[in-house]
């Protein structure tokens, strides 16, 4: 990986292609995986493609050298949203596929993002959302930092680029911290740090044209053991789904609710 | 393998008495193996008197001062740690920290992750909810030595008879290779509420307070719980944005969970559906939270809130 200074950044967005949240979604019966048959660009993977943008975008963008290469894991379908990303402005995109991935935990997925990475030379900066709207586990942007021998700078809420140095603002309840790195180096950004832009009609027509690159495992020099259900760390031995919560007690206020409510929870030791 | 096997449990920045999350985890290895602490600083005489409480024999702590900055310090210093005490598992807290320190370790170990954790059974598998606890799942780690971070609340907090102070190992920190620094911290002001992650009561407010979350802070007073907020009153900039609860928030598995003037769409509901007790008010009796509520009060939240409020103290005295 090269030193930057303030010339062209190369950056590559991770995007995942996650079920929609608007509606319920399912772990399939056989494998405990999640079933993605009604799936998008993950929501949180939107600000990191706006926050890629918007780096190059202030250093003259994809004509003076800047790059934005949207990277992806998964079977066919995924690669809507390295689609959506190029639309969205990204310049390229990666789509890494194979049979052999399928039940892959963060190791297993960490692993082959990195020889991904590795793949496309030095890069300045991998940006990330906060989480995948589905694994939430947020395991893989710091075993993919930890592969990379990065720095990670993870729940950014703002983001600077400066001179070889990235600057982050996270925020939690009781603090706010800035926090500092050499590039290249891990960023992952929250929903808070800007507001995504839609896709617009020049953007869809040029995404047509732009590359993206498909490879498997042996692209990658990777061995199918390394991956999928063989290769993963982890094991789900047993899924359920949540019983619904039964119909529970439900008033209309007549003057007394709040007394009501009250008498509900000393009912149930909860004062 | 209860009694022989040493559990590490991971104490970050330890700076005065144990914190609850991390009496938790002590408490929960206690009941796995013989507990054992990797601490990130020299413990004084009072903390590992705390630490023996729990029975734990062995504290490790770095030969030398950690780097400061984030995540890699801890994780290159419990490599080594893992490395001498080649313990049975490894627990830490479930705090971004916790789980990005778990999820380097892993890499550097070789060993696997599981996050979230909600109960930890002896022959160490993991019950964790996902799909925003539509599902529950029984995990468990095959490769190397289990690193699982563990959810708040799970277990409840006993110490334990152990008296003897524990033998201090000091370990290598090791080397952490590229990290981010904090520059600059400022402190918010302090609410004095518990924390939304760890609490054990939460009070939400959404849409339906128009602005005004008074009526939301009073009965989290009264109930000393923390507050909540749906993404459409942290997106209207009524209250601060960590306060929220849901898919793109925070999820929270309280004992008791009040939700005031949210109506209760799938991605809020993701955030708190693992609540014990969930109790609704709205104006709407349409609303979906009521379909998950033990107890719902169709009503005016600037009536009902108030007076459970006021009720509260009463009995309180």
Redesign the interface.
């Known amino acids: 990986m090269h030193k930057a200074d303030n010339s062209a950044l190369k950056i590559v967005v991770l995007v995942k292609y996650v079920p929609d949240?608007?509606?319920?979604?399912?772990?399939t019966a056989n494998s405990?995986t999640?079933d993605r048959s009604e799936s998008i660009l993950s929501?949180?993977d939107e600000y990191a493609i706006e926050a890629a943008l918007q780096l190059i975008e202030a250093r003259g963008g994809a004509k003076a050298g800047n790059t934005v290469t949207a990277l992806t894991v998964g079977p066919a379908a995924a690669v809507n949203a390295v689609k959506k990303a190029l639309q969205l402005g990204a310049t390229d995109g990666v789509h890494v596929t194979d049979e052999a991935l399928a039940g892959s935990?963060?190791?297993g997925t960490?692993l082959v993002l990195a020889a991904a990475i590795r793949s496309l030379g030095p890069v300045d900066l991998v940006l990330t959302g906060?989480a995948s709207?589905?694994g939430?586990?947020?395991?893989?942007?710091?075993?993919l930092?930890?592969?990379l021998?990065?720095?990670?700078?993870?729940?950014a809420a703002s983001l600077e680029v400066d001179g070889g140095v990235v600057?982050?603002r996270r925020?939690?309840?009781?603090?706010?911290?800035?926090?500092?790195?050499?590039l290249p180096?891990l960023v992952s950004v929250t929903?808070?740090i800007n507001e995504p832009r839609y896709p617009n009609f020049k953007g869809i027509i040029a995404a047509k044209k732009k590359k993206v690159a498909e490879l498997a495992l042996s692209d990658l020099g990777l061995d199918p053991g390394q991956v999928g259900r063989t290769g993963?760390?982890?094991?789900?031995?047993?899924?359920?789904?949540?019983p619904p919560?039964g119909?529970?007690?439900?008033?209309?206020?007549e003057?007394?609710?709040?007394?009501?409510?009250?008498d509900?929870?000393?009912s149930?030791k909860?004062? | 393998m209860a009694g022989t096997a040493k559990i590490l449990v991971f104490i970050d920045s330890p700076d005065g008495p144990l914190h609850k999350v991390q009496r938790e985890l002590l408490t929960l290895a206690g009941t796995l193996g013989e507990p054992a602490a990797a601490v990130s600083s020299p413990p004084d005489e009072a903390l590992l008197a705390e630490l023996a409480g729990y029975g734990a024999a062995t504290v490790y702590q770095p030969a030398a001062q950690l780097e400061d900055?984030?995540?890699?310090p801890n994780?290159a210093f419990l490599a080594n740690v893992v490395r001498e005490a080649a313990p049975a598992a490894v627990l830490l807290e479930n705090s971004?920290e916790g789980?990005?320190t778990?999820?380097?370790l892993?890499?550097?170990l070789?060993?696997?992750?599981?996050?979230?954790a909600i109960a930890v059974a002896p022959d160490l598998?993991v019950t964790k909810?996902?799909?925003?606890?539509?599902?529950?799942?029984?995990?468990?780690?095959?490769?190397?030595t289990p690193l699982i971070t563990v959810k708040a609340n799970s277990i409840e907090a006993a110490a334990g008879t152990g008296t003897g102070m524990p033998v201090v190992v000091e370990v290598d920190p090791g080397e952490p290779?590229?990290?981010?620094?904090?520059?600059?911290?400022?402190?918010?002001p302090?609410s004095g509420r518990p924390?939304?992650g760890e609490a054990r009561?939460v009070v939400a407010g959404g849409r339906g307070v128009n602005g005004d979350f008074g009526p939301i802070e009073e009965l989290a007073d009264a109930?000393g719980g923390a507050v909540g907020a749906s993404r459409a009153a942290t997106d209207a900039g009524w209250i601060?944005?960590?306060?929220q609860v849901g898919?793109?928030g925070k999820?929270v598995s309280p004992?008791?969970y009040i939700s005031a003037g949210i109506s209760g769409a799938?991605?809020q509901k993701?955030g708190m559906?693992?609540a014990q007790?969930?109790?609704a008010?709205n104006k709407d009796?349409d609303s979906p939270v009521?379909?998950?509520?033990?107890?719902?009060?169709?009503?005016?939240l600037f009536?009902?809130?108030?007076?459970?409020?006021?009720?509260?103290r009463k009995?309180?005295g």
Request: proline share 2%; aromatic share 4%.
């Open positions: 949240t608007q509606f319920d979604r399912h772990l405990h999640v929501e949180l935990d963060a190791s960490s906060m709207t589905d939430e586990t947020s395991l893989v942007p710091a075993q930092a930890e592969r021998g990065l720095a990670q700078l993870t729940f600057t982050a925020d939690d309840g009781q603090e706010s911290e800035t926090v500092q790195a050499q180096a929903d808070q993963a760390w982890t094991t789900v031995l047993s899924a359920e789904a949540r919560r119909q529970g007690t439900i008033i209309t206020d003057g007394d609710a709040g007394i009501k409510l009250v509900f929870l000393a149930r909860l004062l | 900055s984030l995540v890699a994780a971004y789980k990005e778990a999820a380097r892993g890499i550097k070789s060993s696997g992750v599981v996050t979230d598998s909810s996902v799909l925003a606890g539509a599902y529950t799942v029984v995990a468990k780690v095959t490769t190397g290779g590229p990290a981010a620094r904090v520059t600059e911290r400022s402190a918010k302090a924390d939304l009561v109930l601060d944005h960590s306060a898919q793109t999820t004992q008791l799938i991605q993701a559906q693992t007790v969930i109790v008010v009796a009521f379909e998950i509520a033990d107890f719902g009060v169709v009503g005016d009536q009902v809130l108030p007076q459970a409020a006021g009720e509260i009995r309180k």
